[in-house]
């Protein structure tokens, strides 16, 4: 029985596709109060007083809540272990405002209609102060965007609010400085990414209720339902046995959703008023009040010798994190960890700081600072092999690490060799057989299509985790029915990616049923078991071995079971594929799960992540450039990936085109563009531009044979790996087609329009 690495349907995929699924909005109560939230309307500013005594008696209004209203605490909204390494610098409602679209006061209302009117009649009077807006000279500003004294951080994480810096990251891997004294050629080149947003089809949503027992729940789209349980309860000041936390389907998150946006606001409100409570933010609020992707200013250096072999790097790194510091010392790490690990080198040292402005908040977001990172690395490399007058594919074959090599991670844990070895390591191959997809010989650097049209062609590789080494953790429980059919309970958060449809693979061939005969349910913090949620690509390595490890058991313990109905030796029993033997006896599943009606078989497994097993990528595109326009047309990308073992190739290939499209959109369109002002220009659909499947002609994924011996049925994971190589890439094509390099993003046609006319 085949079940794993096949082109199994989706689970929900026709219900997807025929609109019938219901989302968090959905499911919300039709007497929920809704809640609007009352915005700032300056960067940076303190409340020197709120007047809500007009809103407050507009008919339907329930409450109107300003900082006075609330607890007043200090907590971070990010949602990734616990203690959380991110900076506590966040209130519910503050006295301080820190961006324009900081929340102010909460207004809940019968109507939303109510609820806009209220908040129209509120009256603050602010003290504007000077906002920081530039991330580049944050740490000389004046201002100081937390002068609070009781922000904090649980580790020594570079956390200095007084100098505007939110995290700093520093490390040194081998010998860099020899390796720069060994080396022929020496580059420095300065790289930058903008500010991009996740832009998740469905919007962020919550709704909260008390239960009959008085319990608060909390029903969100969210990644981290165990986060969320544990930051609502502790902002609210409730022992955490009085929150639960239900998880419908999510439409997508992309890491937006890893940071709790919304799920305090109706939380407050159900708590004063005892009634049920939703927020839905409208897509203008998704623009100005959640995360988007950390811009980075990156400074590099890199060494080598003629020959081709690069001896050392040498990266200085600057983050935006916006107003407050989630996510800001994980991406920067996540960014310094494995982004040269993959070239074999003397040494490297990466330092960096994500700052404070009075911009929206960083977060999360597909790829986590490996593809700022990614970015410059691949960038350079690129700059390094023309420099050399090499091919940047030849280039990389003499640097790459291979399968039993060891990742130098930039982390500070100490090295353990049986975890650092690469066990499955396919960059070669998939570096080759891209190539080859690309007709990279016949096409390297370009070929002229007519007076006014050229095209290039170029490559980059990158590398992503399988789970946070040593953190990441997944549990997975396993229920029989008196059917013989068994119900899957996990807390990994399928936002569109499937990963209800491949565990519940993994549970049917573990316990060699068909895949109808395992039902998922996903998740509810008083019903599925502990995992950390889904992000850092942890879900199919992580949780996917939990689940394997509890489907094992689970086939363990029933074979007890029916030693003891058969009365005989457990060795005697022999399980296939739904049915038991014992010399010629048989049981199958159906019938044990009757005969065991009154006893209730049920069997929990959990996996921390103890491997660092990362997934690797090559990436080809081909581009044709309108010399008249400084249109870029994407017309080919390859991606050539090494995820181990795919246990759902119809769900990993689509993975990899999302991922690529969505590279595409950060190389050539997407960013949170800035007005002088400081004010966000593009905050709708009308004005972010998104790739569409216009925007990429072309995009063919193959997978290199690979098979992960620590992950479930060989797997490796695949989530964030995709979208790595798009912008390094197309950047090299670029200046293949047309002699002019790129270094900051996007490459918009205005841009390069403008690019072109200097060269004339």
Request: aromatic share 8%; net charge negative.
């Amino acid at each position: 029985m085949k079940i794993v690495n096949s082109a199994a349907p989706k689970k929900d995929g026709m219900k997807l596709v025929t609109g019938a699924p219901v989302y968090t909005d959905d499911l919300a109560p039709k007497e929920a109060l809704v809640i609007k939230l009352l915005r700032s309307e300056h960067h940076f500013a303190r409340i020197k007083n709120i007047d809500t005594s007009r809103a407050e008696k507009v008919p339907g209004v329930a409450c109107v809540l300003t900082h006075k209203d609330v607890p007043n605490k200090r907590f971070t909204r990010a949602g990734q272990t616990y203690p959380e390494p991110s900076p506590q610098d966040w209130k519910m409602l503050d006295e301080i405002v820190r961006y324009k679209g900081d929340e102010v006061a909460i207004i809940a209302a019968t109507t939303e209609a109510i609820a806009l009117k209220a908040m129209k009649l509120i009256k603050v009077d602010y003290e504007v102060l000077e906002p920081v807006l530039d991330y580049k000279t944050a740490m000389a500003h004046a201002s100081i965007v937390h002068p609070e004294p009781d922000a904090f951080t649980h580790f020594e994480f570079g956390f200095k609010p007084e100098k505007n810096i939110a995290s700093a990251y520093y490390v040194e891997v081998g010998d860099y400085e020899k390796g720069f004294e060994e080396s022929d050629v020496i580059l420095t080149r300065n790289y930058e990414t903008q500010a991009t947003h996740p832009a998740m089809m469905e919007p962020v949503a919550t709704y909260t209720y008390l239960d009959h027992t008085g319990r608060l729940v909390v029903v969100s789209s969210t990644q981290i339902p165990f986060h969320v349980r544990r930051m609502v309860a502790s902002a609210m000041d409730l022992p955490m046995s009085q929150v639960r936390v239900i998880k419908p389907r999510i439409g997508g998150g992309f890491g937006c959703k890893q940071t709790s946006a919304s799920e305090f606001f109706p939380a407050m409100v159900t708590l004063k008023t005892g009634k049920p409570a939703k927020i839905f933010y409208t897509r203008k609020e998704i623009f100005l009040g959640t995360t988007r992707r950390h811009p980075f200013y990156f400074e590099v250096k890199i060494g080598a010798t003629k020959a081709g072999i690069v001896k050392a790097f040498d990266v200085k790194a600057i983050s935006d994190t916006g107003a407050y510091g989630e996510h800001a010392g994980t991406v920067m790490s996540a960014c310094a960890e494995k982004i040269m690990a993959y070239y074999k080198t003397e040494g490297y040292r990466f330092d960096g700081k994500a700052v404070y402005t009075n911009h929206v908040s960083s977060g999360a977001y597909r790829g986590y600072g490996k593809t700022q990172g990614g970015f410059a690395i691949e960038s350079i490399m690129n700059e390094l092999a023309h420099e050399l007058g090499m091919d940047p594919t030849e280039l990389r074959e003499k640097n790459i690490i291979h399968p039993g090599d060891h990742l130098r991670l930039g982390t500070s844990h100490v090295y353990d060799e049986e975890v650092t070895r690469q066990d499955t390591c396919e960059l070669e191959y998939c570096l080759k057989r891209g190539r080859e997809m690309i007709d990279w010989y016949s096409k390297y650097p370009s070929v002229k299509v007519s007076d006014t049209k050229v095209r290039g062609v170029g490559m980059a590789l990158a590398i992503q985790g399988s789970g946070v080494l040593n953190i990441d953790s997944g549990s997975a429980t396993i229920k029989l029915n008196s059917d013989g059919f068994f119900t899957l309970l996990i807390s990994a958060t399928d936002m569109g990616t499937g990963c209800d449809t491949i565990l519940a693979q993994m549970a049917a061939e573990s316990l060699q049923v068909p895949l109808d005969q395992v039902n998922v349910y996903s998740a509810d913090t008083d019903v599925t078991p502990y995992d950390d949620g889904s992000y850092a690509s942890s879900s199919t390595y992580v949780t996917g071995t939990a689940v394997r490890k509890a489907s094992e058991k689970m086939i363990e313990t029933l074979k007890s079971e029916v030693a003891l109905i058969l009365s005989v030796p457990i060795e005697k029993v022999v399980y296939h594929e739904g049915v038991f033997s014992v010399d010629d006896s048989t049981l199958t599943l159906e019938a044990l799960g009757y005969k065991l009606n009154r006893k209730q078989i049920v069997v929990t497994d959990s996996h921390v992540c103890d491997k660092e097993a990362p997934p690797y990528k090559a990436g080809f595109v081909e581009v044709e450039i309108d010399l008249e326009t400084g249109k870029i047309d994407v017309l080919d990308f390859v991606g050539v990936i090494d995820c181990g073992t795919p246990i759902n190739t119809n769900l990993a290939t689509v993975q990899a085109q999302g991922g690529m499209l969505q590279g595409i959109g950060m190389a050539l369109y997407e960013e949170s563009e800035y007005a002088n002002s400081g004010d966000e220009k593009n905050a709708s659909f009308l004005t972010y531009k998104l790739p569409s499947r216009k925007d990429a002609l072309i995009t063919r994924v193959e997978f290199a044979p690979s098979y992960e011996p620590t992950g479930p049925y060989g797997a490796k994971s695949i989530g964030e790996i995709v979208i790595n190589t798009a912008s390094p890439a197309i950047m090299d094509a670029i200046f293949n087609a047309t002699g002019i390099r790129v270094r900051n993003l996007p490459i918009t046609p205005s841009k390069f329009y403008e690019l072109l006319k200097q060269t004339e």
